[in-house]
């Protein structure tokens, strides 16, 4: 095995990783759009009749959950990238897997404050 190139195995592993990191990184995006145009609930002005839905939290956490959430869908893109340059290269396979763990846990915490 030459220096820095890794077994087939792992690039397939890469392969399955990829796509799934960039699909992520899209529906992130798109809740966070949607998500930082809905008014809280708790907002004096608004009128459901006219706006339909609204964020049931507050609003600092309408903010954390649109911070976690950007920041995760954004890393998941880089991760994705990562997991395609390693599969190409057989390199650097640990940053790609560190960008993923990272981009799971911010999105996740997102999911989990905006739900709570």
Known sequence: MGQGRTRP???LGGVL???VLAFGCAVM?????DIGGTPTCDDPAL???AQGECFSGSALQKAITLVLGWSGGVIAGFAALAALGFVITGRRGRLAAQLATLAVLMAGL???IGSL
Do not use: E, N, Q, Y
């Open 9 to 11: 195995g792992w690039r």
């Open 17 to 19: 990783l990829a796509p």
């Open 29 to 33: 995006i798109v809740a966070m759009s």
């Open 47 to 49: 009128d459901l009749g």
């Open 110 to 112: 997102s999911i989990l």
